[in-house]
């Protein structure tokens, strides 16, 4: 293996988009040699990372036609990082000037919205690694030869930006001082636990930073298994329960009520009545406001068919509060929501530009 990742190193140096002979072998390396020499590891691969053989999987991409100054072949788990664009997993990033290697635990740097990926921004994949890093604490005591900071050095490519900034830790090999590849398997066992760990908090966490929402994803799962479909999302995490559900909307609602009682208003508590949840009054003022808590950085809420109409109804008269990022303490029964931040948007406008249809309710017309 020590040998595989020196000769795809020495071929970096002769790198071009073009098909040329060298890159054809740097594929072959990429593709096949290297993948295979990790996949002789997948029973202790897929220990470490608790689960069965079967969910292990590995690749390598180099380009389609023309060919990437980056190239890269990664350890992952199908179901939770389909393609290296979604979720977390173990590569090898060769740098352009074919001086180093490095084992990256690492992430996919766009985001699904819906209808496309689109690009994660720096800081959103800074905000992603700060979360990560603590989850790997106890384990990176055991060791002091680990990076944090990766140097690709790409000239041509944007991808090589991306994957430093996605880049939680790392083991550096440089090109003059490759080791034995007993060494090699000892790191990438090492590295498949830290990977481990992550999942571990992607299945805890209220919220991760880039993420879909939690409120967001059990609707879609709603729909489509309401629709008879099997939802094939990239989604982990915990899912809310009927209590933490509950004190979150408390929450949040309290946190607005408090807000406009500051600001002189007059409130009533309507949500059991009506399809929002304040009705404000201060002298001849009316609103009617529509509040939302989430765990989450609040970029999408869920809206009932019934809330969209009547604020569209009650507009300019009407108003939107989020408050995100709550932080939910379960070990206390039933589960308490506090913190979080509150954004009130008034007059509110719902334009269909920002609206998602979750699902569709059909009228056929020959059963109709």
């Known amino acids: 293996m020590d040998e595989t990742l020196r000769e795809i190193l020495d071929l970096q140096k002769c790198w071009t988009a073009d098909n040329t002979e060298a890159m054809r072998r740097r594929?072959?390396?990429?593709?096949?040699?290297?993948?295979?020499?990790?996949?002789?590891?997948?029973?202790?691969?897929?220990?470490e990372l608790k689960v069965p053989e079967t969910d292990v999987g590995v690749e390598g991409r180099d380009g389609t036609g023309r060919k990437t100054e980056?190239?890269?072949?990664?350890?992952?788990?199908?179901?939770?990082?389909?393609?290296?664009?979604?979720?977390?997993?173990?590569?090898?990033?060769?740098?352009?000037?074919?001086?180093?290697?490095?084992?990256?635990?690492?992430?996919?740097?766009?985001?699904?919205?819906?209808?496309?990926?689109?690009?994660?921004?720096?800081?959103?994949i800074a905000k992603r690694v700060e979360w990560a890093r603590p989850l790997l604490k106890e384990r990176l005591s055991e060791r002091d030869d680990l990076v944090e900071f990766i140097d690709l050095r790409s000239v041509k490519s944007k991808l090589g930006d991306g994957y430093e900034a996605g880049n939680v830790v790392a083991v550096e090999y440089e090109r003059s001082a490759l080791p034995p590849e007993s060494v090699l398997i000892e790191d990438l066992l090492f590295m498949a636990g830290l990977l481990s760990e992550v999942h571990r908090g992607e299945d805890t966490a209220d919220h991760i930073p880039g993420d879909t929402a939690v409120e967001v994803l059990e609707a879609e799962e709603a729909a489509a298994r309401t629709a008879g479909r099997r939802r094939s999302g990239t989604g982990q995490g915990r899912r809310m329960s009927a209590a933490e559900r509950k004190a979150l909307e408390?929450?949040?609602?309290?946190?607005?009520?408090?807000?406009?009682?500051?600001?002189?208003?007059?409130?009533?508590?309507?949500?059991?009545?009506e399809p929002y949840d304040l009705l404000l009054t201060r002298g001849d003022e009316r609103l009617h406001v529509e509040v939302k808590g989430t765990t989450s950085e609040g970029a999408q809420v869920i809206l009932t068919r019934a809330e969209v109409e009547k604020q569209r109804e009650f507009a300019p008269h009407n108003a939107l509060v989020v408050v995100h990022s709550i932080e939910l303490d379960r070990t206390v029964s039933p589960p308490e929501?506090?913190?979080?931040?509150?954004?009130?948007?008034?007059?509110?406008?719902?334009?269909?530009?920002?609206?998602?249809?979750v699902s569709y309710v059909y009228h056929h017309p020959d059963l109709s």
């Open 250 to 273: 408390d929450h949040s609602v309290g946190r607005a009520t408090a807000h406009f009682e500051a600001d002189g208003w007059s409130v009533e508590d309507v949500g059991a009545k």
């Open 27 to 47: 594929g072959v390396l990429i593709r096949r040699t290297l993948a295979e020499h990790l996949r002789e590891h997948t029973a202790a691969l897929a220990e």
């Open 70 to 124: 980056i190239p890269w072949t990664r350890v992952h788990l199908p179901a939770r990082s389909p393609s290296a664009t979604t979720g977390w997993y173990l590569v090898y990033l060769f740098s352009a000037a074919g001086d180093r290697v490095y084992l990256s635990l690492n992430q996919g740097t766009t985001r699904w919205t819906g209808s496309a990926f689109a690009s994660r921004g720096h800081g959103e």
């Open 337 to 357: 929501a506090k913190g979080g931040v509150l954004h009130c948007t008034s007059p509110w406008e719902i334009r269909e530009q920002h609206l998602k249809v």
